[in-house]
């Protein structure tokens, strides 16, 4: 299994690029945003995912690795194959991808060319709880460690409150605390729970 290339760009297309290791020239379907800002003869460091068929190797890259997990998801769907999972992610970003799954809203799927309704749909059902939602920041405010933010929504979730109130909650506390309250989930958790407060507890559920 091929898991990640770093090389130079040999050339670009609309959806692929070509990179050498070691002297070998590998062709790479990627998002096409990614194809728009790379150019020839820079270095790239992509995370590959090998797709086996009989009559062909294809090698797909992305630029982080969430965009590779979020496309080895994508194919897990039924009726989605590999070209649709990149059209995705040339579609969408990982944050615009995880708020439509967690808001059960397949319209964003339906917009992405190869994507029809039924598909959009089975998307949305078949990656629910798979994606943690985005979290937006506030420009200039320092980002919560990974996981910090996740997990104290998904305690929160776990206390009764619904998803999209826990993702905004937890946003909107994180913006405003200390950075070593953002870097403590017990911490993040006791914050965001006084700022619900027990009469909006009612109102968080469901």
Do not use: C
Not at 63 to 88: I, M, N, W, Y
Not at 99 to 127: C, E, M, N, W
Not at 153 to 169: H, I, P, Y
């Amino acid at each position: 299994m091929i898991s990640s290339l770093r090389g130079r760009v040999l050339h670009v297309d609309a959806d692929s690029v070509i990179v050498e290791v070691g002297g070998v020239g590998f062709s790479v379907a990627v998002p096409a945003p990614l194809a728009r800002a790379t150019h020839t003869g820079t270095e790239l460091h992509l995370h590959t995912n090998l797709v086996v068929r009989e009559d062909a190797l294809s090698l797909f890259g992305f630029e982080t690795r969430e965009e590779l997990v979020v496309f080895t998801q994508l194919v897990s769907v039924t009726g989605v194959g590999p070209k649709s999972a990149l059209g995705v992610l040339s579609t969408l970003t990982v944050p615009q991808i995880a708020d439509a799954v967690t808001s059960d809203d397949d319209a964003p799927f339906r917009r992405v060319s190869g994507i029809g309704p039924k598909t959009a749909k089975l998307i949305v059902v078949q990656l629910a709880g798979k994606l943690a939602p985005s979290v937006a920041t506030a420009p200039g405010t320092p980002a919560a460690p990974i996981g910090v933010v996740d997990q104290v929504a998904q305690a929160l979730v776990g206390l009764g409150w619904s998803e999209r109130t826990a993702a905004e909650s937890v946003a909107a506390v994180a913006e405003g605390a200390s950075e070593a309250d953002r870097s403590s989930v017990p911490a993040l958790l006791r914050l965001t729970l006084a700022a619900l407060g027990p009469a909006r507890q009612g109102a968080g559920r469901g």
